[in-house]
Every structure is written in C-alpha cells, then in structure tokens.
Nanobody, 125 residues
Framework: QGPVVESGGGLVQAGGSLRLACAASGLTFSSYAMGWFRQAPGKEREFVAAISQNGRSTRYADSVKGRFTISRDNAKNTVDLQMTSLKPEDTAVYYC??????????????????WGQGTQVTVSS
C-alpha cells in the first residue's frame, strides 16, 4: 500500500449518499493539502474536491458543489468525502491524493504527489 488509501466505495441508488474515506500513513499529513479526483470509463481523471492543510480552505468542482463535502481530521490522518444526492453521472473510480504545496488547494492533477489506488462508486438510476 502507498501513503494514501481510499475506502468506502460501493453501489448506491440515484439520490442516495455515500461517504468515502482516505487514510494517510508515512507522511506528515498536516503538511499536505488533500484532494479527491474521479475517473469514469473512457474519460480523463477530473477534479472533485480539495482541502487545505489546516482544513480552512476548500474547493469543489461545479458539478459537485452543494452535494459533496470534503473534510479532514489531522489527528487521525484522514480525509473524507461525503457525497449526497448522487447521480448516475457520479459513477467513477474515486482517487484520494496528497499535495505538499501550501496555499489554496489545487484542482490540478499535476500538483499532487501521492495517489491512492482508487475506490469504485457506482450510482444506479
């Protein structure tokens, strides 16, 4: 396993909720901004949400704003993604990533240094 590991994916009906978790180890978690990305079949990996090192700044893709919430617990070295009002188009493999850059959390894949293996989220209509 790498420094970040996702869990919590699964199958859910449209309109339902799911909570993804990401656990970090082997790095100074509080020094990393954390992000969630997703990749649907045949599509590029896209930004979902990110949170700054201290948790005070967050950013979201327009497609999930108001439905998803990112949060972190630096004492537990975890970052979560609460997903509500899920839609079939949210179906994808979801990846957690760590970015050592300080400042406003980035939405760019190239900023992130460590990636998890991904967890599948499937939303049925």
């Amino acid at each position: 396993q790498g420094p970040v590991v996702e869990s919590g994916g699964g199958l859910v009906q449209a309109g339902g909720s799911l909570r993804l978790a990401c656990a970090a180890s082997g790095l100074t978690f509080s020094s990393y901004a954390m992000g969630w990305f997703r990749q649907a079949p045949g599509k590029e990996r896209e930004f979902v949400a990110a949170i700054s090192q201290n948790g005070r700044s967050t950013r979201y893709a327009d497609s999930v704003k108001g439905r998803f919430t990112i949060s972190r617990d630096n004492a537990k070295n975890t970052v979560d993604l609460q997903m509500t009002s899920l839609k079939p188009e949210d179906t994808a493999v979801y990846y957690c990533a760590a970015d050592r850059t300080w400042g406003y959390p980035s939405s760019s894949r190239t900023h992130y240094d460590y990636w998890g293996q991904g967890t599948q989220v499937t939303v049925s209509s």
